[in-house]
């Protein structure tokens, strides 16, 4: 599993962040990232509980 934030759409709310501090961070700009792309398969759940919860919708996985 790979997973991106489109900064286009983030909105800075921090979910994701609060979800799964491993995968997401918030940069200077106060909008996400993922810190890590490749997913391993111990915060999968996470990264599916951060997209289905991204006020957003602005988180990817592929
Ligand atoms: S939950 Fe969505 S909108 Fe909020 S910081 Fe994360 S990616 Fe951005």
Do not use: K, N, W
Request: aromatic share 4%.
């Amino acid at each position: 599993m790979r997973v991106t934030v489109d900064d286009d759409a983030c909105g800075g709310h921090g979910v994701c962040v609060g979800l799964c501090p491993e995968v997401f961070a918030l940069g200077d700009g106060g909008y996400a990232h993922a810190v890590a792309t490749d997913i391993r398969a111990e915060f999968e759940g996470l990264v599916a509980e951060a997209v289905s919860q991204c006020p957003e919708r602005a988180i990817h996985v592929h």
